[in-house]
């Protein structure tokens, strides 16, 4: 599958009221966005996944992620082969561990050796009556282990809550080839207070999940600017600003390697879907 331009990360598409989410897809798809992504926390995905190719006709749907304690490999693989005999060959299924603390919640012990549950939900997958192709499934690889296991098992890599540093890390461990599909949050605003009022509660949440804190301190971030949620690291991980502003960090994302950029954009109202400032979004894209 080959997948280029930039697209919307949006769990508003995935949780909002359907026809709401199937007539954005479709306004989505006319702005030129190349796909669209949607999350899974829990609740019936692949209906989402095709509410979402139903109402469009070229743009990859992609999940980011489907978490592979919430689906048994036959489920993912028929759901797959029927929503693409369906609708061709625009159902990307990103695959992820998710974190312990959530995973947990409802079994505790559940969540252990992640690689290794990686691996074996990729061979479920190989060995289903209607296997998924591995040039239609992604992983979403943070540290160096799954990074590898994507480069050999499956099209490429979806990392979320990164930055450019880390799409050049993919690009590295993956070379020329595989997908590198990096999720980047922005905010559309005047100001640093204006993004930091919208981003930090968000932004909080996800860094007390040790999958993305040990990502970050990887990258060179302390433990402070974790627990303080610094200047330097909220304008890492969040784009803010003029529509320049988000085109200028997509462009770092591409220069660093990535094939596509999805977009995933805040607002104060977090169940309202983005769709103004999705239009502003595209307008400045080329």
């Known amino acids: 599958m080959e997948l280029s331009g930039v697209g919307v990360w949006s769990q508003q ?7 709401q989410a199937a007539e954005a897809a479709a306004e989505l798809e006319e702005l030129g966005y190349s796909a669209l992504w949607i999350p899974d926390v829990g609740g019936p995905v692949f209906d989402a996944v095709g509410n979402l190719l139903g109402a469009t006709r070229r743009a990859v749907v992609a999940t980011g992620i489907l ?3 919430m689906h048994t490999p036959e489920e993912a693989a028929d759901a797959h082969a029927s929503l693409t005999a369906e609708h061709g060959d625009r159902f990307l299924m990103g695959i992820g561990v998710s974190h312990a ?14 690689l290794a549950a990686m691996t074996a939900f990729l061979d479920g997958l190989d060995r289903a ?16 282990k799954m990074l590898a296991l994507a480069a ?10 990164v930055t450019p540093d880390h799409t050049r890390t993919a690009r590295e461990t993956l070379g020329e080839g595989p997908l590198v599909l990096p999720e980047q949050t922005v905010v559309l605003c005047s100001t640093r207070e204006e993004a930091r009022e919208v981003g930090v509660g968000w932004l909080r949440n996800y860094l007390a999940l040790p999958n993305y ?13 974790l627990e303080s949620v610094s200047d330097p690291l909220f304008d890492a991980l969040i784009a803010w600003g003029d529509e320049e ?9 591409r220069a660093a390697g990535a094939d596509h950029v999805c977009l995933q954009v805040l607002t104060a109202d977090s169940n309202a879907f983005p769709r103004e400032e999705w239009r502003r979004i595209a307008a400045a894209l080329p």
């Open 129 to 144: 009556e209607r296997p998924v192709p591995a040039g239609s499934r992604v992983l979403a690889a943070l540290g160096p």
């Open 101 to 114: 603390p959530l995973v947990d919640q409802k079994e505790a012990g559940r969540y252990r050796k992640p």
């Open 67 to 69: 978490n592979l304690w």
């Open 213 to 225: 804190a040990n990502n970050l301190l990887r990258l060179g971030f302390s433990a402070e600017d």
């Open 13 to 19: 598409l995935r949780y909002g009221d359907k026809g």
């Open 245 to 253: 502003a988000i085109r200028r960090r997509v462009d770092e994302h």
């Open 152 to 161: 050999e098992r499956s099209g490429g890599v979806h990392p979320y809550l």
